[in-house]
């Protein structure tokens, strides 16, 4: 099954919801899953792939309002321009 989570700060560093999105997905990958997160562009060093999953930077606009909104409509929008769309998108801690 091809997964995809939406969206983290960044996948290495960060609080709850990236320690989770982490956890959950390098586990669900060991079990043989695609997966993919996406997470913010700004905030660390680009990493491509870690432990079997995919990690996508998408952009967002700055400000506490609309960076996560604006970065989860990237990674809405990545998505939906692929050819190999995942199975199912996971949008956790949406402001």
Known sequence: ?????S???HFDF???IE???RELAMRLARRGHQIEVFSMSHYGPPVRERDGVRITQVPCLPGVATEKLSASFSAAAACALRRHKPDL???HSVA
């Open 1 to 5: 099954m091809h997964l995809a989570f």
């Open 7 to 9: 969206v983290i700060k």
């Open 19 to 21: 320690h989770y999105t």
């Open 89 to 91: 998108v996971h949008f």
């Open 14 to 16: 960060g609080g709850g």
